[in-house]
């Protein structure tokens, strides 16, 4: 046997072996080299958007139900399945269904879990949902959407937030690849102004309703001057070059009557 051909079948051989290590990883995680999968392998907190609508003349039932989850009895059990940091919000849109979003923090493993962790501790809430059409596909009440951007994560975290914003718009369909290339390779300089201006924790979230694609918005404030720092983003060149790019993506909700995002009825700040 030449030693060339001895060589290569070793390697060979070595590759086969590293290969089905990789394919019986106990990581349920899919590896790839996007920001995406860099983030769900560094075993941090991951932040997780849930939506689904409320069924016809039970939105008051829904509420009750989801405000109960603030009670101390549901904390501990969220706390338990590694769920932090809750957030309710709803708004009625184009189909005139009102949709409920639910942000949370989550530690686990396996990322996919976080609405079966949910569902589990809110499951009176299940009576009063009319699930969002992908979410009946997967069994669930509840759809857990794509987390597509992630931004100021690296903040101190021990610094109690003054505000949590929540809002919501759409994308438009035909420029929705050039908003999510946008938000995978975010401008250095928009991030450290988002730094600068004292935000933190940013999380963007797509979901299809119907024919329109909406994107919600989740955001920490932890500064002491919010008029001050949003006029510092406002004559920030970079940034301003930035919202050029994107908000040319975006497709305000007809109650907007100025800027691009509209507000949401808090259910649990």
């Not at 699930?131 to 992630?150: C, D, F, T």
């Not at 999510?180 to 390779?185: E, I, K, M, N």
Request: glycine content about 6%; some cysteine; aromatic content about 10%.
């Amino acid at each position: 046997m030449l030693l060339e051909e001895y060589v290569m079948r070793k390697l060979l051989k070595i590759g086969s072996i590293l290969t089905a290590g990789f394919l019986c990883s106990s990581s349920s995680v899919v590896q790839a080299f996007g920001p995406y999968e860099q983030i769900l392998a560094q075993g941090k907190d991951l932040h997780v958007g849930l939506i689904a609508a409320a069924k016809q003349g039970r939105e008051a039932d829904l509420d009750k139900s989801l405000k109960c989850l603030a009670c101390d009895k549901c904390a501990r059990e969220l706390k338990k399945a590694g769920i932090s940091n809750v957030v309710a919000n709803r708004k009625t849109l184009a189909d005139k269904k009102t949709w409920y979003w639910v942000y949370f923090n989550f530690k686990g493993k396996d990322y996919l879990k976080a609405v079966n962790a949910f569902e589990k501790v809110a499951a009176a809430a299940s009576e009063f949902v009319d699930p969002h059409p992908r979410a009946k596909v997967y069994g669930a009440s509840w759809l857990q959407m794509e987390w597509i951007n992630h931004i100021c994560g690296l903040m101190d975290g021990k610094t109690p937030a003054r505000s949590r914003t929540c809002a919501v718009t759409r994308v438009n369909p035909e420029k929705e690849q050039m908003y999510r290339t946008l938000h995978q390779a975010v401008w250095p300089g928009v991030v450290d102004q988002l730094a600068r201006s004292n935000n933190r924790e940013l999380s963007i979230f797509l979901v299809e309703i119907g024919d329109e694609i909406y994107e919600f918005l989740y955001v920490e404030y932890i500064g002491s001057d919010a008029a001050k720092d949003g006029n510092s983003s406002k004559t920030d060149p970079c940034t301003l070059r930035w919202w050029k790019l994107t908000d040319a993506c975006q497709i305000p909700l007809p109650d907007v009557k100025e800027g691009i995002w509209a507000g949401m009825d808090a259910v649990i700040k």
